[in-house]
């Protein structure tokens, strides 16, 4: 929430009924306690990266030490580039390195999210580059995830995505 205020000017109005007066009795909280929980439970660690040396090269680069990263870029001229990054000197097609872009027809777009649920599932490398499509209520459960900056929109949400994979017991979203 702090990121959202300090960053994108956005209020919050939070309320409680235990603040106000009730005639009737208060029901009792349905967990007690409920502060372990939410640690426990907790998916996704954060990291705001911000200064010079942080960069789409730099975050490519990065990405490209992991087994499995998404990396959501703002457009696709920067989704070539990490794309380029990340499969590296190597000229020829890595099936590890995919690419999602809103340039694709609905069809490759649809064999591309296959491919890379297919290639988690299985435990494969899968390093997905992608525009905000991939935003677009798609869950995919990689382990980790980078997101460049950009403007809040009703379906920003963890670039992990591991909202469809229980088995991805905590992932890092920077």
């Known amino acids: 929430m702090r990121e959202l205020v300090e960053h994108f000017g956005v209020t919050f ?16 909280d349905i967990v007690s ?3 372990p929980l939410f ?3 907790r998916r996704v660690r954060y990291e705001r990266r911000s200064g010079p040396d942080v960069t789409l090269a730099s975050i490519a680069a990065e990405a490209a030490e992991r087994d499995q990263a998404l990396v959501l870029v703002n457009g696709t001229k920067d989704a070539s580039q ?3 990054i990340l499969l590296g000197t190597n000229c020829d097609e890595d099936p590890g390195v995919l690419h999602l872009s809103t340039r694709m027809t609905g069809g490759h777009s649809r064999e591309t999210i296959k491919a890379s649920k297919q290639r988690l599932e299985e435990g494969l490398d899968s390093l997905l580059v992608s525009t905000s499509l991939i935003e677009a209520d798609v869950n995919l459960g990689f382990p980790c995830g980078y ?10 949400r963890p670039p992990d995505g591991s ?5 991805v017991p905590r ?3 920077s």
């Open 13 to 28: 109005v939070l309320s409680s009924p235990a603040g106000t007066r009730r005639t009737e009795p208060l029901e009792r």
């Open 33 to 35: 306690g409920p502060a």
């Open 39 to 41: 640690k426990e439970l």
């Open 82 to 84: 990490v794309r380029r």
């Open 147 to 156: 997101r460049a900056r950009s403007t809040p929109s009703p379906n920003s």
């Open 163 to 167: 909202t469809a994979r229980a088995s």
């Open 171 to 173: 992932g890092t979203a």
